[in-house]
């Protein structure tokens, strides 16, 4: 059996020491890239159902809702942002912009989880040239521009805004919870 000399065996302890001691509570490229990935991942629109309320605007110049609720048909997902919602006339397209008073909170959905977003719309006057004829709407979650599911609209026509070139007078809201 060999041994080292003393010197040789003290540098070579010294230098484990040092190599295991370098640990400064800090995390590394190669440590977050290998971390576990969290059990969710973007919900997509072929996974949940769909339900659509209205509270629909009963005269122009009224304010109407629309309702569309999604439950998961599929494993635990989470939408990040507002959904995207255009409103379809003959002719046209719209996109409505989300609520300004109203800030986007990631939401985690369990399978049979249920959220929902609002449409609110300015109900405008039928055949004139400062409403929009809605016919459809579609909407898309966040992340998935792609995959639409579209919507009959039967709530009336949509008052523009500034007249006959303005965008509809409309808004959605974030994902909200809904149930316990």
Do not use: H
């Not at 997509?44 to 209205?54: F, R, S, T, Y």
């Not at 046209?92 to 989880?113: E, F, M, N, R």
Request: net charge negative.
């Amino acid at each position: 059996m060999r041994t080292l000399p003393p010197l040789a065996l003290a540098a070579a302890l010294a230098g484990t020491l040092l190599l295991t001691a370098c640990d400064d509570d800090r995390t590394s490229s190669d440590d977050v890239k290998n971390a576990d990935r969290p059990a969710t991942s973007a919900c997509a629109i072929g996974d949940l159902g769909v339900e659509v309320g209205a509270g629909a605007a009963p005269a122009a110049g009224d304010t109407g809702t629309v309702t569309v609720t999604l439950t998961n048909k599929g494993a635990q997902c989470t939408l990040k942002g507002f959904p995207g919602v255009d409103l379809m006339a003959d002719d046209s397209t719209t996109s409505v912009s989300p609520d300004p008073a109203v800030k986007a909170q990631p939401l985690t959905l369990g399978k049979g989880g249920t959220t929902s977003f609002t449409i609110t719309y300015v109900r405008g006057e039928a055949g004139s040239p400062k409403s929009l004829p809605v016919r459809k709407a579609s909407f898309t979650l966040p992340g998935a521009s792609a995959d639409a599911r579209e919507l009959t609209w039967s709530y009336g026509e949509v008052a523009r805004r500034g007249g006959e070139s303005g965008a509809a007078e409309a808004s959605v809201s974030g994902f909200e919870s809904t149930g316990d």
